[in-house]
């Protein structure tokens, strides 16, 4: 599947303090955040991160809190600037653009959801909403009008008026939805969007935004620390610890292939038996047995499929045609939580 | 009242006719005072420092000489102490302070001399600079004054309903105006209204953006902050001083004072109330893109309000407060009623004046409270 990159984030550090190009140094010495703060009174708020971000897909950022996911985001829309390192956006550097240029981009490419919902409170649902389009110098009839098919769009339908004070938490967050998606903006910065939400309605949201996802197709950058939701939401994930990038890659490569004890350790709870779907485990190209069972299954239900016969390997389907097997030895190992040894460290929680 | 003959009536009708013509003095007034004599004054300014500024070697000089001396007064006094001294406890009596000659020099030479100098060649822009606020606040005290009393009873008890929206204040306010009326001090208050009013419209005319100033930039609110802190706290008779050798005794010149001392707090407040916007909402404006001023219109001033009305408020009770203080200068009303009183030992008008005054204040405090109240209804954030 080749895409076009939209974002591309080149070797990008951050240090917080009083001299950051100086402490920078450093950094490239080989300084680690720990280090960084102990011997130099600097905060290593991003340490040399490479990621590029295909369009129409959802880009999943996670780590620890202070692992530096909202100023990794921060720099997309240069909410924040770089100390070093780049940032680029349909191929045009971020930071080598004026202020109209930024403002430019801010309005009209980029939108973004926040943790804390961050709704203007002395304006009312729908004037929220139409705010992006108002700072674009639209009427206010005009963007009340075309941001009522957003308010309907994510169920605020007879809210109009209302205040937000007078929302609960997720209608809040789906008054941030709206008013982000009202710009027809095409990259999707979401900030923890979900995490001040009761579990089941950060559930309800989730499926929302998946809707409209599938409708949409917007790039979004997606960040949380709830492993469930990113892959749940994610296309691909993105691992940061210290400010550095640990891991990337297919959500599945990293349930399998954990690259440290970090990113075990995030992943020890999931329910691997629903995350882990047969593709990542087939032996391709060979022959199965009389079951059969879709690459795109989750163990848990080709395990069901293949109870009865489980010294006979299943095929594998793609599109009903063979495209492999699957041996039932191979599944109840990756079912299997990995060893304690291994995820017992529990040293970053 | 007694019966109404018909001219009474026709009195009302000239007084309605009237009407336009005060409005517009007075707007008029206010609006020259802003876009042509205070441009046009602190156009001069810039000339006289010019100009001033030619004979600046003659004048460092001056006044190096002076501090010189000064300086020099000093050693001296410090060596006559330590050589004449004989030595015993009472010698720590005194401190041994610039001897009087040289604190005559340095007061004369280095403080009164220069500001004489200031104001004889820059009094001339100075009576340009307070006539049209002369205008607006005679034309505001004669409107108030010319006013049959039930309309302005009226009016006021509108006013405070429409701020307040409780009874209870509102007959406060009848009764405040009753006392006024019945101690026959309405022409006197009248007075103080369009001082109050007059000096309420410049300290936020001048306030508010100086508070907006201080808030966009870290080194300006540095700078003003002691300023703020000095017209607080300094004894208010102080800058009586200049403002009684710049304007003469004069109604403008009460103005001034008052417009002086009750600014600090709507500055303060403004600068304050901006500071506090929350960040995420301040984020969230830069993050769809709003420029400075959509962000201060459309965010950081309506977030700010409640506070800046808390400002407004306290400038008010200050300007009150400096009503009978400013009467020293010439500000007419019941403050110089007060003052009078005091001159005269007269403890009934001094009790009747200050009453009013008193009254009026409460009045202001109750109805403006009520307003703050009223608008945080919708203006918390989060959940
Ligand atoms: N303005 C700042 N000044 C100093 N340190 C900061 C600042 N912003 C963030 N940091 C530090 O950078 C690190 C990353 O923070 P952040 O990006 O907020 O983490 P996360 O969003 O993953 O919880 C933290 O150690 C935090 O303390
Ligand atoms: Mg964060």
Same mark, same amino acid.
């Given at each position: 599947?080749?895409?076009n990159?939209?974002?591309?984030?080149?070797?990008?550090?951050?240090?917080?303090?009083?001299?950051?190009?100086?402490?920078?140094?450093?950094?490239?010495?080989?300084l680690?955040?720990?280090?960084?703060?102990?011997?130099?009174?600097?905060?290593?708020?991003?340490n040399?991160?490479?990621?590029?971000?295909?369009?129409?897909?959802?880009?999943?950022?996670?780590?620890?809190?202070?692992?530096?996911?909202?100023?990794?985001?921060?720099?997309?829309?240069?909410?924040?600037?770089?100390?070093?390192?780049e940032?680029?956006?349909?191929?045009?550097?971020?930071?080598?653009?004026?202020?109209?240029?930024?403002?430019?981009l801010r309005?009209?490419?980029?939108?973004?959801?926040?943790?804390?919902?961050?709704?203007?409170?002395?304006?009312?649902?729908?004037?929220?909403?139409?705010?992006?389009?108002?700072?674009?110098?639209?009427?206010?009839?005009?963007?009340?009008?075309?941001?009522?098919?957003?308010?309907?769009?994510?169920?605020?339908?007879?809210?109009?008026?209302?205040?937000p004070?007078?929302?609960?938490?997720?209608?809040?967050?789906?008054v941030?939805?709206?008013?982000a998606?009202?710009?027809?903006?095409?990259?999707?910065?979401?900030?923890?969007?979900?995490?001040?939400?009761?579990?089941?309605?950060?559930?309800?949201?989730?499926?929302?935004?998946?809707?409209?996802?599938?409708?949409?197709?917007?790039?979004?950058?997606?960040?949380?620390?709830?492993?469930?939701?990113?892959?749940?939401?994610?296309?691909?994930?993105?691992?940061?610890?210290?400010?550095?990038?640990?891991?990337?890659?297919?959500?599945?490569?990293?349930?399998?292939?954990?690259?440290?004890?970090y990113v075990?350790?995030?992943?020890?709870d999931?329910?691997?038996?629903?995350?882990?779907?047969?593709?990542?485990?087939?032996?391709?190209?060979?022959?199965?047995?009389?079951?059969?069972?879709?690459?795109?299954?989750?163990?848990e239900?080709?395990?069901?499929?293949?109870?009865?016969t489980?010294?006979?390997?299943?095929?594998?389907?793609?599109?009903?045609?063979?495209?492999?097997?699957?041996?039932?030895?191979?599944?109840?190992?990756?079912?299997?939580?990995?060893?304690?040894?291994?995820?017992?460290?529990?040293?970053?929680? | 009242?007694?019966d109404?003959?018909?001219?009474?009536?026709?009195?009302?009708?000239?007084?309605?006719?009237?009407?336009?013509?005060?409005?517009?003095?007075?707007?008029?007034?206010?609006g020259?005072?802003?876009?042509?004599?205070?441009?046009?004054?602190?156009?001069?300014?810039v000339?006289?420092?010019?100009?001033?500024? %030619?004979?600046?070697?003659?004048?460092?000089?001056? #006044? *190096?000489? +002076?501090? @010189? /001396?000064?300086? !020099?007064?000093?050693? =001296?006094?410090?060596?006559?102490?330590?050589?004449?001294?004989?030595?015993?406890?009472?010698?720590?009596?005194d401190?041994?302070?610039?001897?009087?000659?040289?604190?005559?020099?340095?007061?004369?030479?280095?403080?009164?001399?220069?500001?004489?100098?200031?104001?004889?060649?820059?009094?001339?822009?100075?009576?340009?600079?307070?006539?049209p606020?002369?205008?607006?606040?005679?034309?505001?005290r004669d409107? %108030?004054d010319?006013?049959?009393?039930?309309i302005? #009873? *009226?009016? +006021?008890? @509108? /006013?405070?309903? !429409?701020?307040?929206? =409780?009874?209870?204040?509102?007959?406060?306010?009848?009764?405040?105006?009753?006392?006024?009326?019945?101690?026959?001090l309405?022409?006197?208050?009248?007075q103080?209204?369009?001082?109050?009013?007059?000096?309420?419209?410049?300290?936020?005319?001048?306030?508010?953006?100086?508070?907006?100033?201080?808030?966009a930039?870290?080194?300006?609110?540095?700078?003003?902050?002691?300023?703020?802190?000095?017209?607080?706290?300094?004894?208010?008779?102080?800058?009586?001083?200049?403002?009684?050798?710049?304007f003469g005794?004069?109604?403008?010149?009460?103005?001034?004072?008052?417009?002086?001392?009750?600014?600090?707090?709507?500055?303060?407040?403004?600068?304050?109330?901006?500071?506090?916007?929350?960040?995420?909402?301040?984020e969230?404006?830069?993050?769809?893109?709003?420029?400075?001023?959509?962000?201060?219109?459309?965010?950081?001033?309506?977030?700010?309000?409640p506070?800046?009305f808390?400002?407004?408020?306290?400038?008010?009770?200050?300007?009150?407060?400096?009503?009978?203080?400013?009467?020293?200068?010439?500000?007419?009303?019941?403050?110089?009623?007060?003052?009078?009183?005091?001159?005269?030992?007269?403890?009934?008008r001094?009790?009747?004046?200050?009453?009013?005054?008193?009254?009026?204040?409460?009045?202001?405090?109750?109805?403006?409270?009520?307003?703050?109240?009223?608008?945080?209804?919708?203006?918390?954030?989060?959940?």
């Amino acid at each position: 599947m080749s895409q076009n990159i939209k974002v591309s984030i080149k070797n990008l550090y951050k240090v917080f303090g009083s001299n950051p190009t100086e402490a920078l140094q450093h950094v490239y010495d080989g300084l680690g955040k720990v280090e960084l703060l102990a011997q130099h009174d600097h905060v290593l708020g991003l340490n040399n991160i490479n990621i590029d971000i295909p369009e129409k897909r959802v880009q999943v950022i996670m780590g620890l809190s202070g692992s530096g996911k909202s100023t990794l985001i921060r720099h997309l829309n240069r909410l924040i600037d770089p100390t070093a390192g780049e940032v680029e956006v349909d191929g045009v550097d971020v930071l080598k653009m004026n202020p109209s240029a930024l403002r430019d981009l801010r309005q009209k490419k980029m939108s973004m959801v926040f943790q804390k919902f961050a709704l203007m409170p002395h304006r009312t649902v729908s004037d929220n909403v139409a705010y992006g389009l108002m700072l674009q110098g639209i009427r206010r009839g005009e963007a009340k009008e075309r941001s009522q098919k957003w308010i309907d769009r994510v169920g605020l339908t007879g809210f109009e008026k209302s205040y937000p004070s007078q929302l609960s938490g997720g209608m809040q967050q789906r008054v941030g939805l709206a008013r982000a998606l009202a710009t027809d903006a095409d990259i999707l910065l979401m900030d923890e969007a979900f995490s001040a939400l009761d579990p089941l309605i950060r559930t309800d949201m989730q499926d929302v935004l998946l809707e409209l996802q599938a409708e949409l197709n917007k790039t979004i950058i997606f960040i949380t620390h709830d492993l469930d939701e990113a892959l749940r939401i994610g296309d691909d994930i993105a691992i940061l610890r210290d400010g550095g990038l640990v891991q990337q890659g297919d959500p599945q490569e990293i349930v399998l292939r954990p690259i440290d004890e970090y990113v075990s350790d995030f992943i020890m709870d999931i329910n691997r038996g629903r995350v882990l779907k047969v593709r990542s485990l087939m032996n391709a190209g060979e022959k199965g047995g009389k079951v059969e069972v879709d690459q795109d299954m989750a163990l848990e239900d080709a395990m069901q499929k293949m109870k009865d016969t489980p010294n006979e390997p299943a095929t594998v389907l793609k599109d009903g045609k063979a495209v492999g097997a699957l041996d039932m030895r191979v599944l109840i190992d990756a079912i299997e939580r990995p060893a304690p040894e291994t995820a017992s460290g529990n040293v970053y929680r | 009242m007694g019966d109404l003959k018909f001219d009474e009536f026709g009195d009302i009708w000239i007084f309605l006719l009237t009407v336009p013509g005060h409005l517009f003095n007075l707007v008029f007034g206010l609006g020259k005072f802003l876009v042509i004599s205070l441009p046009i004054t602190l156009y001069q300014f810039v000339i006289w420092l010019g100009l001033t500024l %030619i004979e600046l070697p003659v004048t460092l000089f001056k #006044f *190096a000489r +002076v501090v @010189l /001396l000064a300086g !020099w007064g000093t050693i =001296k006094n410090l060596y006559l102490f330590l050589v004449t001294n004989d030595w015993s406890w009472n010698a720590l009596n005194d401190f041994p302070s610039l001897p009087s000659e040289f604190r005559v020099l340095l007061n004369l030479g280095g403080i009164n001399k220069p500001f004489d100098y200031f104001a004889g060649s820059y009094g001339f822009a100075v009576k340009e600079f307070i006539l049209p606020l002369r205008r607006a606040m005679n034309d505001l005290r004669d409107f %108030i004054d010319f006013m049959p009393w039930p309309i302005f #009873f *009226a009016l +006021v008890l @509108l /006013l405070v309903f !429409w701020v307040s929206r =409780k009874m209870g204040v509102v007959l406060l306010a009848l009764a405040a105006l009753l006392f006024i009326g019945v101690f026959g001090l309405m022409e006197l208050a009248s007075q103080t209204f369009s001082l109050m009013i007059l000096s309420i419209i410049l300290c936020v005319l001048f306030g508010i953006p100086l508070g907006i100033f201080m808030s966009a930039s870290d080194a300006v609110d540095r700078a003003v902050k002691p300023i703020l802190d000095l017209m607080q706290t300094m004894p208010s008779f102080v800058y009586l001083i200049p403002v009684l050798i710049l304007f003469g005794v004069s109604p403008v010149a009460g103005l001034i004072a008052v417009v002086i001392y009750a600014m600090p707090p709507v500055v303060r407040l403004t600068n304050l109330g901006i500071r506090l916007v929350p960040f995420e909402v301040v984020e969230a404006s830069h993050a769809f893109g709003a420029t400075y001023i959509q962000r201060l219109f459309g965010t950081l001033i309506p977030l700010a309000l409640p506070n800046v009305f808390a400002g407004i408020n306290q400038t008010i009770m200050m300007a009150l407060a400096m009503v009978v203080i400013a009467a020293l200068v010439g500000a007419p009303g019941l403050g110089a009623e007060v003052l009078s009183a005091q001159g005269t030992v007269n403890l009934a008008r001094g009790l009747q004046s200050g009453t009013a005054v008193a009254l009026i204040a409460i009045v202001i405090d109750r109805s403006l409270y009520l307003y703050g109240d009223r608008m945080q209804q919708h203006r918390k954030v989060g959940h």
